[in-house]
């Protein structure tokens, strides 16, 4: 069977701004964070299915004592960084994809996982670049931005990347889809071993709970399609038994719904 390891960076606030502020449930107080802040759990996922080693979105890019915390969170479960074989990008906003690559001293950027092939839609890398650099324009930097232009601009030129479109096969384990939703060119992942269905929803399906309520979310670009979608995926799911990945849960990170 396919082994699940959540990735869990912690927990943060956000505003307007789209800043990541460090949060503690123990000693912070949510009502201390400027006015309209969110709280947020970053986690992305690795999946390990026979020798695929299987990274579902990068998360923040936070270090850890000069390290990249990914790294660390990595190595602390067992597994070394160059180990990864895939990196499955749901979309580029960036709490999925600030783990991406990193600025070395001499001011380039790499990809953080060198041994890997990374998988983005191709049309949400054009618009993340495009807004990145829209916003870079008119503000004079990315601080109101979901996206970071420097990390899109290297998957681009680098030949480790594939460029998704509206679905298909990655290869004979993995499966992905055009959702939108959350943003117009997100993308949802299935992970199949044997007879067990993983399914990566990303911003379509962040949380155990949102599966089971109907809402429309303030911050999705078109909040009645994820509503949708988080009623059809949970509908389906428990149909065929799919195990659920959670990116923004983590007290809940891997589910069956019932």
Known sequence: MAQIIPLAEGT????????FIPFDPQHDRLQDRPKGSLLIEIQPFLVIVGSHYILL?????LSNNQELLLYHI????????SQITHVLLSHLHKDHAGGICSRH?????????????YYVHEDELKYALSHAQQNEG?????MASSYAAEE????????QVVMLHDEGH????????????????HVVFWIQDQDEIIFYGGDVAP???????????????????SMELRQQYAEQGIREGWTFLFYHDVQRPVMKLI
């Open 12 to 19: 943060f606030t956000v505003d307007r701004s789209k800043k």
């Open 152 to 159: 899109f601009e290297l998957l681009f030129q680098s030949d």
């Open 138 to 142: 008119e503000t004079g930097g990315d």
């Open 105 to 117: 001293p001499d001011g380039s950027y790499k990809l953080n996982f060198p041994q890997a092939i």
């Open 74 to 81: 990595l190595k602390e479960k067992g597994i070394d960084p």
């Open 170 to 185: 990655i290869d004979t384990h993995i499966r992905y889809q055009l959702s939108g939703g959350h943003c117009p060119y």
């Open 207 to 225: 949380q155990y709970l949102q599966m089971k309520t109907r809402y429309m979310a303030k911050y999705d670009y078109d909040g009645r399609k």
């Open 57 to 61: 979105d990068t998360g923040l890019n």
